[in-house]
């Protein structure tokens, strides 16, 4: 590898499969398995590459509102990949998670994440997980609501206690790509993103290669990260 250092958490914003869809002309659903195809083969390359953590945005709460026959067909992708395709991730030794809200998810989604889970949950050589049916701002309504359950008194609340009621317990995120060239976070991650970099190529989802995750990783090791100090 040309670089020295890769992030210990890493987030990518999967974005543009439908546009690269509709630029051949083809159905959005398209762009959305080509999308996944395409991810399976880049996280066994960020493995490989040893990034431990990685996050990726699979599906917003918002993404709820689109047509129903794409909505249907995610819904039928992730349940393939989680029970099938993802499988080599248990092999390289990683663990998968996911973030989200359970609720509206169909019922075969569900199962498929728990049996991902609990298929890789022994796995130690890197983590990955899944925001699926995931909002930030729903993540920390979702963590205020488990402390306020807990019956945690307002003095020992800290940054700690809030941290340890997330969807999961995770590192701070380094670097994050969203493709695509949309310049947003749309709502991933926000507590977690705190002091992460971001970087926007704008190469659509399913033409985002190998060779593109090391120029990625060239930006990521140029940039100067100085956590507000200076
Ligand atoms: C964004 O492209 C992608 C999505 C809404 C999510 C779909 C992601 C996958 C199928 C990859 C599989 C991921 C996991 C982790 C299971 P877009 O539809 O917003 O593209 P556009 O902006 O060009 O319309």
């Given at each position: 590898m040309r670089n020295e250092k890769v992030p210990n958490h890493l987030g990518i914003i999967v974005d543009g499969n439908g546009r690269w869809a509709e630029k051949r002309g083809l159905n959005r659903s398209l762009g959305h398995k080509e999308g996944a195809d395409n991810l399976k083969k880049l996280l066994l390359y960020i493995y490989d590459k040893k990034v431990p953590y990685v996050s990726i945005y699979a599906f917003s709460t918002e993404n709820f509102k689109r047509e129903k026959s794409e909505v249907d067909f995610l819904m039928n992708l992730f349940v393939t990949?989680?029970?099938?395709?993802?499988?080599?991730?248990?092999?390289?030794?990683?663990?998968?998670?996911?973030?989200?809200?359970?609720?509206?998810?169909?019922?075969?989604?569900?199962?498929?994440?728990?049996?991902?889970?609990?298929?890789?949950?022994?796995?130690?050589?890197g983590v990955l997980n899944i925001c699926l049916n995931y909002g930030g701002?729903?993540?920390?309504?979702?963590?205020?609501?488990?402390?306020?359950?807990?019956?945690?008194?307002?003095?020992?609340?800290?940054?700690?206690?809030?941290?340890?009621?997330?969807?999961?317990?995770?590192?701070?995120?380094?670097?994050i790509i969203r493709t695509s060239g949309e310049m947003r976070s749309s709502n991933f991650m926000i507590y977690q993103s705190a002091y992460a970099e971001y970087y926007f190529p704008d190469t659509l989802f399913p033409d985002f290669h190998e060779e593109d995750f090391d120029r990625a990783m060239d930006v990521y090791n140029k940039r100067n990260r100085r956590f507000g100090g200076n």
């Open positions: 990949l989680f029970t099938k395709e993802f499988l080599t991730l248990k092999e390289k030794g990683v663990k998968v998670v996911f973030s989200g809200r359970r609720d509206p998810l169909p019922k075969k989604v569900l199962k498929s994440m728990d049996f991902l889970e609990e298929e890789t949950k022994e796995q130690k050589n701002q729903y993540e920390l309504v979702d963590a205020v609501k488990k402390i306020v359950e807990k019956g945690i008194k307002q003095e020992e609340i800290t940054k700690e206690v809030l941290e340890e009621n997330l969807y999961q317990t995770l590192p701070p995120l380094d670097f």
